[in-house]
């Protein structure tokens, strides 16, 4: 079946510093990926998607690539704020489908 | 404008009790969402409205779980005889038509089954 494999965290980053959460993927056909970001005391937001290979979603300084070759979504961002301190959740959506199927999620802490 | 509203925030229940989780999804959304999202796990489908109707509920756990949404808005979601296995943050999300949407999701209700 269809499922989704993050990096474990939690990351823990200095101010400024580089990220890369990966993500790969197990799906048929071509599905839709996502990230989502839950903030402390906060609902889960959409925070970038691609629907298609190659695509590059990208949002606040975020990016990530669709890369069907390597089944994989990872999330960058070149530069971290404390602000980014967050669980992150890579996921899916098969072709035609409706529930999103997402990752265990990676706890990202950014220190000052 | 509203968001995804889900009430209570917070419900703490006995092992066999019966419980009901509402949403409110946003306002022309017709589509709708249930997940599950257990302490340390991204969150786990459990069943998909479109309009009245469960388009998808095969996410259910059991068949002490069912939801309901009577006029296509407001949804509830019930647990009888409730287990401490149900303890959870069970999440709701609306978009607009289906499918290709962005899902938008409410801030959850934290079940505990003591």
């Known amino acids: 079946g269809n499922s989704v494999t993050q990096m474990e965290g939690p990351v823990t980053l200095s101010e400024e510093a580089f990220l890369t959460i990966n993500c790969t993927y197990t799906?048929?056909?071509?599905?839709?990926l996502f990230w989502y970001v839950q903030y402390p005391g906060e609902g889960l937001q959409l925070l970038l998607k691609?629907?298609?290979?190659?695509d590059k979603g990208s949002n606040k300084g975020f990016e990530a690539t669709y890369r069907k070759e390597t089944t994989s979504f990872h999330l960058e961002k070149g530069s971290v704020q404390v602000s980014d301190s967050a669980v992150y959740f890579c996921?899916?959506?098969?072709?035609?489908?409706?529930?999103?199927?997402f990752g265990a999620g990676t706890r990202l802490f950014v220190k000052a | 404008g509203a968001g995804v509203s889900q009430t209570p925030s917070n419900k703490v229940t006995e092992k066999g009790k019966y419980v009901e989780l509402r949403c409110d999804p946003i306002?022309?959304?017709?589509?709708l969402y249930w997940y599950r999202q257990s302490l340390g796990q991204g969150p786990e489908f459990l069943i998909y409205?479109?309009?009245?109707?469960?388009?998808?509920d095969s996410g259910l756990p059991n068949d002490r779980f069912f939801a309901v949404r009577p006029e296509g808005s407001v949804s509830t979601l019930k647990i009888q005889r409730t287990e401490r296995g149900d303890s959870a943050v069970y999440l709701c999300?609306?978009?607009?038509?289906?499918?290709?949407?962005?899902?938008?999701f409410g801030p959850g209700t934290r079940l505990t089954v003591l």
């Open positions: 999300a609306s978009s607009p038509t289906g499918q290709s949407d962005t899902q938008y």
């Open positions: 799906a048929t056909g071509y599905p839709s």
């Open positions: 691609a629907t298609k290979a190659d």
């Open positions: 996921a899916l959506r098969a072709t035609g489908g409706f529930k999103t199927i």
């Open positions: 306002s022309g959304h017709t589509a």
């Open positions: 409205f479109q309009g009245t109707g469960a388009a998808d």
